[in-house]
């Protein structure tokens, strides 16, 4: 879920991430992973996401997992001065 997270906000990084389990996740099983954001205020972005797994019986797809998350952008990439001299 990090990896998707930090996709959708680069170059932001992980500040915090949580995830609630709702069900048991299978090694084999086909998920469907979801993220999105939230909000956005100054160099924060707050974000969410789902996992889901087919149910066994049906194929429908059933909500597994939830995450909530904080991405902040580093100072440096919002135009501050490098801390490398050139």
Do not use: H
């Not at 996740?25 to 909000?39: E, G, H, N, R, T």
């Not at 087919?54 to 801390?83: N, Q, Y």
């Amino acid at each position: 879920m990090d990896q998707l997270f930090a996709d959708c906000c680069k170059p932001a990084v992980t500040a915090n991430l949580t995830m609630e389990f709702m069900r048991p996740i299978q090694p084999d099983a086909k998920l469907v992973l979801c993220v999105w954001p939230v909000k956005i205020e100054g160099r924060k972005t707050y974000m969410e996401g789902a996992i889901k797994t087919p149910e066994k019986c049906t194929g429908r797809m059933l909500l597994a997992a939830r995450a909530t998350a904080l991405f902040i952008l580093p100072k440096l990439a919002v135009g501050e001065k490098s801390l490398v001299s050139v």
